[in-house]
């Protein structure tokens, strides 16, 4: 009944969705901060806990929404690991035009696990009304990372 | 428009569906190649041809602004907008057309009554009710006037069946100084109905007036102002099949007419000159500038349109839907119906075990199915439930019940999806 929807809804975003690896409150943490979608009353908080080069050592978060968010959460604290701010915020920049439009640069694409690693999410480019639900988590965590305690609404 | 000469159904109580889904031409659409089943009804309601064809009609043969041209255009128009207030008046038995004010919507009549009643004539310290399962709408309003007049904002706490706590709304009237209850008189995310005649006589009897949010209330069932005892009762137009930007704020002559005007302009004045300006009588006073003509004959048409099927085939229909949807819903595993009060009408809120409501509502759409997902502008009804957000299938007079079945069938393959 829903076959043609296993583009939004690939494997690896159930499976994300449905067990998260990250999903938990960081005992000690350098930074957090909280996105909130108040069209749709989703919630996501972002901990960051930084190693001594100050890249990112681990990355947790409680999110209260739909299988996009939390699989786009889940999959964010993954690949974030070990990068650098400027990093993050350039790999926050692909992602956000990966989902809006399906595609990124693809030649500095290709090299980059880590957007091949997020591509499943491309999907929501299709679905206007989801796009937030897989930006929103990487808007908490820029935020967390730039010291605000609240992600600025688009 | 007159309605004893049209055909009407409503002397056997009975829906003929069919007949009444050929009036409304949008539910002949397919999406993603799919009959379309609307089931967002208590969003936004769908326009019959009755509707289309007044407004449309209006604009080819007789429109220019109202009240004010000498000519016969515009005393044409003006006659029109009359009579949709009119129709509105009868339609909630007021008991006098000039009770009827043309806002854009249910918020702007709630703020209007806000500002004019609430800084016009409550005094600071006195205080406003509302109930935990308001919109919005009927929320925010309150909290402004509490911040800008010194009005205490206090709120009547629902039970566990999600039904208003009359016990509790008694204790909040208890010290005689609460100056207006306002509360829903069916809940857009519970479909529960309040008991409006109690809650008037509640709040009369400690000294309170009292308003309904009736964007909900008025498509399913016959409202007599009188009867319920209100003194101001709300609603929208877009929800009771008619256009989107026209409402109504009914409210009783003697409180319109102590009530100072909420917006400054055209058309609400007797007089003005540069030192002072003086007020025409309601409910002028409260329609500054030019108002939304057409869309009022729309609602005057949808008016007559509903007036037409008769309110007792229409509860009828609804109530048959409604059962059928609880007890399709309550058979899939892991669904939860959020609210269960004795008195409820075809709003149906609900959770599932596995998906969120956005996936529910992205995977329904995907069958054509149109459900609501997310706090319903009740984000303290939300926290109260003590859920981020719900899916909530809404039914209309077009409702059928093979829409209700294919949103079972639909959902417990959501359920599957998400295993």
Redesign the interface.
Request: proline content about 2%; aromatic content about 12%; overall charge positive.
């Given at each position: 009944?829903?076959d043609?929807?296993r583009d939004?809804?690939q494997e690896v975003i159930?499976d994300h969705g449905?067990r998260p690896r990250h999903a938990r409150r960081l005992e000690v943490f350098d930074a957090t901060a909280k996105g909130d979608n108040p069209?749709?009353?989703?919630?996501v908080q972002v901990w960051v806990h930084r190693d001594a080069d100050g890249r990112i050592a681990e990355t947790g978060f409680e999110a209260?929404?739909?299988?996009?968010s939390v699989a786009s959460a889940d999959l964010m604290a993954e690949v974030v690991n070990g990068r650098s701010d400027e990093d993050v915020k350039a790999l926050a920049e692909k992602f956000r035009d990966l989902a809006r439009t399906g595609t990124t640069d693809a030649q500095t694409d290709a090299q980059d696990e880590a957007l091949e690693r997020l591509r499943p999410l491309a999907g929501v480019h299709e679905?206007p009304s989801?796009v937030k639900?897989a930006t929103l988590p990487w808007h908490a965590l820029l935020a967390a990372l730039q010291g605000r305690s609240e992600a600025s609404s688009e | 428009m007159n309605v004893t000469t049209r055909p009407s159904v409503s002397d056997a109580a009975v829906l003929d569906v069919a007949r009444i889904r050929a009036e409304f031409p949008i539910l002949g659409q397919t999406v993603r190649g799919k009959p379309l089943v609307y089931l967002d009804s208590a969003a936004s309601a769908q326009k019959p041809r009755a509707v289309i064809d007044a407004m449309v009609g209006a604009m080819e043969t007789q429109y220019a602004n109202v009240h004010r041209g000498l000519h016969w255009m515009s005393e044409r128009t003006t006659d029109a907008y009359e009579a949709a207030r009119a129709a509105v008046a009868r339609l909630i038995n007021a008991a006098d057309a000039a009770e009827v004010v043309f806002v854009r919507n249910s918020t702007e009549a709630i703020n209007l009554v806000a500002h004019s009643f609430g800084r016009g004539v409550l005094r600071p310290g006195q205080a406003v009710v509302v109930s935990e399962m308001e919109h919005h709408s009927n929320f925010v309003p309150w909290q402004m006037l509490r911040d800008a007049h010194g009005i205490e904002l206090r709120v009547a706490p629902i039970t566990e069946a999600g039904e208003l706590d009359m016990a509790a709304l008694e204790r909040l009237l208890g010290d005689g100084r609460v100056g207006l209850v306002a509360i829903t008189h069916m809940s857009n995310v519970l479909g529960t109905y309040t008991p409006a005649e109690r809650i008037a006589r509640l709040a009369h009897a400690h000294g309170a007036r009292v308003l309904f949010d009736g964007s909900q209330a008025v498509v399913h069932r016959r409202i007599d102002v009188h009867a319920i005892g209100a003194d101001f009762y709300a609603f929208t137009g877009h929800k009771l099949y008619g256009p989107t930007g026209i409402g109504v704020l009914w409210g009783r002559r003697e409180l319109l007419e102590a009530m100072p005007p909420f917006l400054g302009g055209g058309d609400m004045i007797s007089s003005v000159s540069i030192e002072r300006s003086t007020w025409a009588g309601v409910p002028h006073k409260f329609e500054a500038g030019t108002p939304a003509i057409l869309e009022a004959i729309g609602l005057g048409a949808a008016v007559g349109f509903v007036e037409d099927i008769g309110y007792e085939a229409i509860a009828a229909h609804e109530a048959s839907l409604t059962d059928h949807a609880l007890a399709r819903l309550a058979a899939i595993e892991g669904v939860q119906v959020i609210g269960r009060a004795q008195d409820r009408g075809g709003v149906i809120s609900f959770t599932l075990d596995r998906?969120?409501?956005?996936?529910i509502a992205?995977?329904l759409d995907?069958?054509g199915i149109a459900v609501r997902?997310?706090?319903h502008c009740a984000?303290p009804l939300?926290h109260r439930l003590g859920v981020?957000?719900t899916a909530r299938a809404s039914f209309g007079i077009y409702t059928t019940h093979a829409e209700i079945d294919a949103l079972a069938t639909?959902l417990a393959?959501?359920r599957e999806?998400?295993a």
């Open positions: 009944m829903f043609d929807l939004l809804y159930l449905r069209m749709c009353g989703d919630r209260r929404g739909c299988a996009i679905f989801r639900c | 998906a969120h409501p956005h996936d992205t995977l995907r069958q997902a997310g706090h984000e939300m981020s957000s639909a393959r959501v999806f998400f």
